[in-house]
């Protein structure tokens, strides 16, 4: 069956950098576009980036444009986030998420949490 | 960045029927496919609708998903108590060339 599982979350101060993973199982990896997709505390659903299965396009929200790259790697089945200049409107649960052909997310992760805080 | 507009709140009391609405714009709902998310506290979230009426496995027929035009709903018929959740609609935008997600909504089982 499908499995997603992140891991990397932690606390970080303002300025910091963090690095995120997501280990994937279950399917054929590099078929699926993969995204992050982050909640803050309390709060709802925000589209974090998204990269194809070649790798050839990746996007980002404007509110992480620049200071996150998103990245795979089809040999181990991994997407990755990588963080910086991290400010504390990051401080959120961040979800990786299966992306289909036709924009549909249809499996989850359970979860990364990221804190930024002094 | 904009997101698309869901009531933040709706009741119902079991065995009866609630609908959550989801407004958008020609760039998101009126041109993509709309899915619908339910999200349990503490939970990650789970596809319920996708391609604005389509269920995957294992989701009861009670969920039902409509479009028209630049707005989606989804149906909850026989409201059951398991039922009481955050529902986020969901839909690509060619404008922003990624995601768009509603707000929420929170649904209470009276």
């Known amino acids: 069956q499908v499995q997603l599982v992140e891991s990397g979350g932690a606390l970080v101060k303002p300025g910091g950098s963090l690095r995120l993973s997501c280990a994937a199982s279950?399917?054929?990896?590099?078929?699926?576009?993969m995204t992050w997709v982050r909640q803050a505390p309390g709060k709802g659903l925000e589209w974090v980036s998204f990269i194809s299965g070649s790798s050839d396009f990746q996007n980002y929200a404007d509110s992480v444009k620049g200071r996150f790259t998103i990245s795979r790697d089809d040999a181990q089945n991994s997407v990755f986030l990588q963080m910086k200049s991290l400010r504390a409107e990051d401080t959120a649960v961040y979800f990786c998420?299966?992306?289909?052909?036709?924009?549909?997310?249809?499996?989850w992760g359970q979860g990364a949490l990221v804190t930024v805080s002094s | 960045q904009s997101v698309l507009t869901q009531p933040p709140s709706a009741s119902g009391t079991p065995g009866q029927r609630v609908v959550i609405s989801c407004s958008g714009s020609?760039?998101?709902?009126?041109?993509?496919?709309v899915t619908w998310y339910q999200q349990l506290p503490g939970a990650a979230p789970k596809l319920l609708i996708f391609?604005?009426?389509q269920r995957p496995s294992g989701v009861p027929d009670r969920f039902s998903g409509s479009k028209s035009g630049t707005s989606a709903s989804l149906a909850i018929s026989g409201l059951q108590s398991e039922d009481e959740a955050d529902y986020y609609c969901a839909a690509w935008d060619d404008s922003l060339n990624g995601w768009l997600f509603g707000g929420g909504t929170k649904l209470t089982v009276l």
């Open positions: 998420a299966r992306g289909t052909g036709d924009g549909v997310l249809d499996f």
């Open positions: 391609r604005h009426n």
């Open positions: 279950g399917f054929t990896f590099n078929d699926y576009y």
């Open positions: 020609s760039s998101n709902i009126g041109s993509d496919t």
